[in-house]
């Protein structure tokens, strides 16, 4: 049986106009060490899977299971960034770590949190910052703070939701280094599941790629196999033939016309 | 002590041999130069208020009592604040302490009730729906109203003064407290979640310091409302304080000293105003 599974699962919501389901007919096996994304437009449910997981939001059919025990609520032996950081804005970036490490590992003496924070600080080059309040520092350092956080509790699954989806391209770049970097770090046995809507992303940090289909009652389209050697590079990997051949593919899954001829430009004068 | 360092600065650049530094100085003449312009807006609202006051003064023939012999009055009053001739004979300072202690006591005890009460209310539906329709239907009363109460329950006019003071202070912390734990993000919320904290730990490292802002307001608020409040307590409740001296005052017929009593009553509301708003600034964390 997989490390992490999930089986048959729908989750549907109750709104005003009654049974809205978001994602359905979910089948997905995730080994120990591997690194996941889902991927797909917005409103697709990537995220509703993430938190299903995580335990936030809860199967109305089928199940989650984890290690070999379903998923009740969230745990410490997951480990979460959010899509907007979610650093406490009236906590240092020392104390945001500090008192996630503080509730989720109760059995540490404090000399030992103290510790496991530093060590984490230093890991994502944040010591220097540490006496910093988030306002004070870029959004590339938030996420990063974010990502020690999670990573500091010592999770055996990280959840990461659209981490790199507000940054910059160069911030984003550096910070799939940093991710990868500690993932090696742990000796490669988290298990990382990622929603996001970047192609190029997807394919650099995955061993595998979860394509969903448009919402509503979204369902898995198809999954790819990314067989790119570890540890990937950057520049090297983005010219390798099974790098592009993904990046076909996906375009082709995700994007229904990816071109425009000159129709479209009459078209437009038209309307206007 | 501000005279001494600037003139160490330029006895130094002086024996530096370097060129008066008239530019490090122009921020700082700047806002002095800020600072006496609206000290100038003030002193003409207050002649254009004080011109009208005269006017009214003369055309009801010392009806209104004129602004110089009010003057007077207020200088009497304030240069011996502290006297004590008998019970209906004291100090504007001692009715002030006397007023503001009440103000304090009654604020304390409502804001040590209402914020408990605002926090379970902003963060629990049951809560919420059992407590707002009684804080709907209470807040819109005059709190003079509960002095009746007051005086049963106390059986004390000046226990019944507090008592009115608490009830006063109640409704807008209640009210602030609770939308400030409402309106806590699911963003935030998920974070204590997802990481497992204690009851204990949400309180004091979400819930707090993300309602403090809202609850500060709320306080400055009540305080506010308080103190408009003690002028009609006291003038039921009689005895001592500023309140009472006002009816007093009027009692024996000096509106100078009831015109004083106004500019102090205002000033004393100004400061404890601008007390709260100095915390408040403290204690908002920006994003």
Same mark, same amino acid.
């Given at each position: 049986?997989?490390?992490?599974?999930?089986?048959?699962?729908?989750?549907?919501?109750?709104?005003?106009?009654?049974?809205?389901?978001?994602?359905?007919?979910?089948?997905?096996?995730?080994?120990?060490?591997?690194?996941?994304?889902?991927?797909?437009?917005?409103?697709?449910?990537?995220?509703?899977?993430?938190?299903?997981?995580?335990?936030?939001?809860?199967?109305?059919?089928?199940?989650?299971?984890?290690?070999?025990?379903?998923?009740?609520?969230?745990?410490?032996?997951?480990?979460?960034?959010?899509?907007?950081?979610?650093?406490?804005?009236?906590?240092?970036?020392?104390?945001?770590?500090?008192?996630?490490?503080?509730?989720?590992?109760?059995?540490?003496?404090?000399?030992?949190?103290?510790?496991?924070?530093?060590?984490?600080?230093?890991?994502?080059?944040?010591?220097?910052?540490?006496?910093?309040?988030?306002?004070?520092?870029?959004?590339?350092?938030?996420?990063?703070?974010?990502?020690?956080?999670?990573?500091?509790?010592?999770?055996?699954?990280?959840?990461?939701?659209?981490?790199?989806?507000?940054?910059?391209?160069?911030?984003?770049?550096?910070?799939?280094?940093?991710?990868?970097?500690?993932?090696?770090?742990?000796?490669?046995?988290?298990?990382?599941?990622?929603?996001?809507?970047?192609?190029?992303?997807?394919?650099?940090?995955?061993?595998?790629?979860?394509?969903?289909?448009?919402?509503?009652?979204?369902?898995?389209?198809?999954?790819?196999?990314?067989?790119?050697?570890?540890?990937?590079?950057?520049?090297?990997?983005?010219?390798?033939?099974?790098?592009?051949?993904?990046?076909?593919?996906?375009?082709?899954?995700?994007?229904?016309?990816?071109?425009?001829?000159?129709?479209?430009?009459?078209?437009?004068?038209?309307?206007? | 002590?501000?005279?001494?360092?600037?003139?160490?600065?330029?006895?130094?650049?002086?024996?530096?041999?370097?060129?008066?530094?008239?530019?490090?100085?122009?921020?700082?003449?700047?806002?002095?130069?800020?600072?006496?312009?609206?000290?100038?807006?003030?002193?003409?609202?207050?002649?254009?208020?004080?011109?009208?006051?005269?006017?009214?003064?003369?055309?009801?023939?010392?009806?209104?009592?004129?602004?110089?012999?009010?003057?007077?009055?207020?200088?009497?009053?304030?240069?011996?604040?502290?006297?004590?001739?008998?019970?209906?004979?004291?100090?504007?300072?001692?009715?002030?302490? !006397?007023?503001?202690?009440?103000? !304090?006591?009654?604020?304390?005890?409502?804001?040590?009730?209402?914020?408990?009460?605002?926090?379970? %209310?902003?963060?629990?539906?049951?809560?919420?729906?059992?407590?707002?329709?009684?804080?709907?239907?209470?807040?819109?009363?005059?709190?003079?109203?509960?002095?009746?109460?007051?005086?049963?329950?106390?059986?004390?006019?000046?226990?019944?003064?507090?008592?009115?003071?608490?009830?006063?202070?109640?409704?807008?912390?209640?009210?602030?407290?609770?939308?400030?734990?409402?309106?806590?993000?699911?963003?935030?919320?998920?974070?204590?979640?997802?990481?497992?904290?204690?009851?204990?730990?949400?309180?004091?490292?979400?819930?707090?310091?993300?309602?403090?802002?809202?609850?500060?307001?709320?306080?400055?608020?009540?305080?506010?409302?308080?103190?408009?409040?003690?002028?009609?307590?006291? %003038?039921? !409740?009689?005895?001592?304080?500023?309140?009472?001296?006002?009816?007093?005052?009027?009692?024996?017929?000096?509106?100078?000293?009831?015109?004083?009593?106004?500019?102090?009553?205002?000033?004393?509301?100004?400061?404890?105003?601008?007390?709260?708003?100095?915390?408040?600034?403290?204690?908002?964390? !920006?994003?």
């Amino acid at each position: 049986m997989s490390y992490l599974k999930i089986e048959n699962m729908e989750i549907a919501f109750q709104s005003m106009k009654g049974k809205f389901v978001a994602v359905k007919d979910i089948n997905l096996d995730i080994e120990k060490g591997q690194i996941v994304s889902i991927i797909g437009h917005s409103g697709c449910g990537k995220s509703t899977i993430m938190n299903s997981i995580a335990g936030m939001t809860f199967p109305t059919k089928g199940r989650v299971i984890l290690n070999g025990g379903e998923i009740k609520g969230p745990g410490p032996d997951r480990g979460i960034v959010f899509q907007n950081y979610s650093l406490l804005p009236w906590l240092t970036v020392y104390e945001n770590i500090f008192q996630a490490v503080d509730a989720a590992l109760r059995d540490l003496s404090k000399a030992e949190k103290k510790e496991t924070v530093e060590r984490y600080l230093r890991m994502v080059n944040l010591f220097d910052h540490r006496e910093k309040y988030p306002k004070q520092i870029s959004g590339g350092m938030k996420q990063r703070v974010a990502i020690a956080r999670a990573f500091a509790i010592d999770p055996d699954v990280l959840l990461l939701d659209e981490p790199f989806g507000a940054l910059d391209a160069l911030t984003k770049a550096a910070l799939h280094i940093e991710l990868l970097k500690l993932w090696n770090l742990t000796q490669r046995s988290k298990t990382i599941v990622m929603v996001t809507h970047d192609i190029e992303e997807a394919i650099f940090l995955s061993d595998r790629i979860v394509v969903m289909n448009n919402g509503p009652a979204a369902t898995i389209r198809e999954i790819e196999e990314v067989h790119l050697p570890r540890p990937r590079n950057k520049k090297d990997t983005v010219n390798q033939p099974e790098y592009i051949a993904i990046r076909e593919r996906l375009l082709s899954l995700l994007i229904e016309k990816v071109s425009i001829d000159e129709k479209d430009f009459y078209k437009e004068e038209a309307a206007a | 002590m501000k005279k001494s360092i600037t003139l160490t600065t330029s006895l130094t650049t002086d024996l530096a041999g370097d060129e008066p530094s008239v530019n490090r100085l122009t921020p700082a003449l700047a806002r002095l130069f800020e600072v006496i312009k609206s000290l100038g807006y003030t002193l003409v609202g207050f002649t254009l208020l004080t011109g009208l006051w005269f006017l009214i003064s003369k055309i009801t023939e010392g009806g209104l009592p004129t602004p110089v012999a009010t003057f007077q009055v207020f200088w009497e009053l304030v240069k011996d604040p502290f006297y004590d001739y008998g019970p209906n004979d004291k100090g504007i300072g001692l009715q002030l302490i !006397s007023s503001l202690g009440r103000v !304090s006591l009654g604020f304390l005890l409502g804001s040590l009730f209402a914020i408990p009460v605002g926090v379970l %209310m902003g963060a629990n539906t049951f809560c919420k729906k059992v407590f707002y329709p009684i804080v709907q239907i209470l807040k819109p009363v005059s709190p003079l109203a509960w002095f009746p109460i007051g005086l049963v329950a106390f059986e004390s006019a000046s226990m019944a003064t507090i008592f009115i003071i608490f009830i006063t202070s109640l409704w807008p912390t209640l009210i602030n407290t609770a939308f400030g734990v409402a309106s806590i993000p699911d963003d935030h919320k998920n974070v204590a979640k997802a990481f497992g904290f204690s009851k204990w730990k949400y309180l004091t490292k979400v819930l707090i310091p993300f309602s403090l802002p809202h609850i500060i307001t709320g306080l400055r608020l009540s305080i506010g409302v308080a103190w408009l409040v003690i002028v009609a307590g006291e %003038m039921l !409740s009689g005895g001592i304080g500023i309140g009472f001296f006002v009816w007093d005052s009027w009692n024996a017929l000096s509106l100078e000293k009831v015109i004083s009593a106004i500019l102090i009553i205002g000033l004393v509301g100004l400061l404890l105003d601008r007390g709260f708003s100095f915390v408040e600034k403290k204690v908002t964390y !920006s994003i």
